[in-house]
């Protein structure tokens, strides 16, 4: 059984980087898509980014700010977050859906996803 777990919240002020890791166990990461997640109190789940064999996409608000990568080596997905704004503090969450086949395009769909980890929570200051 996939189990997630996530780290490297924490608390920055805006225009500062985090990175955050989704560790993996029980399964290879490598034959699931992830996606991160953030969602603040009173407010619905936002998907952020995903990964898949090949293929990653974001949503326009952290293009080219943020970057998800994997270490199939330490079975890790992480996302890269720089010139945080006040708007990113949220609970970030990762996910993941699959085994799915090579080359499989990711989808940022909620729903899809089936593992998920704990969360970690994220603040920016202004």
């Known amino acids: 059984q996939l189990q997630l777990v996530e780290s490297g919240g924490g608390s920055v002020q805006a225009g500062g980087s985090l990175r955050l890791s989704c560790a993996a166990s029980?399964?290879?990461?490598?034959?699931?898509?992830v996606g991160w997640f953030r969602q603040t109190p009173g407010k619905e789940r936002q998907e952020i980014s995903c990964?898949?064999?090949?293929?990653?996409n974001y949503i326009d608000s952290v293009k080219g700010r943020f970057t998800i990568s994997r270490d199939s080596a330490k079975n890790t997905v992480y996302l890269q977050m720089n010139g945080l704004r006040p708007e990113d503090t949220a609970e970030y969450y990762c996910?993941?859906?699959?085994?799915?086949?090579?080359?499989?395009?990711?989808?940022?769909?909620?729903?899809?996803?089936?593992?998920w980890g704990q969360g970690t929570q994220v603040t920016v200051s202004s």
């Open positions: 029980g399964s290879t990461l490598d034959n699931y898509a």
């Open positions: 990964i898949s064999s090949g293929f990653s």
């Open positions: 996910a993941a859906y699959g085994p799915i086949v090579s080359g499989a395009i990711c989808v940022m769909r909620g729903y899809e996803y089936d593992h």
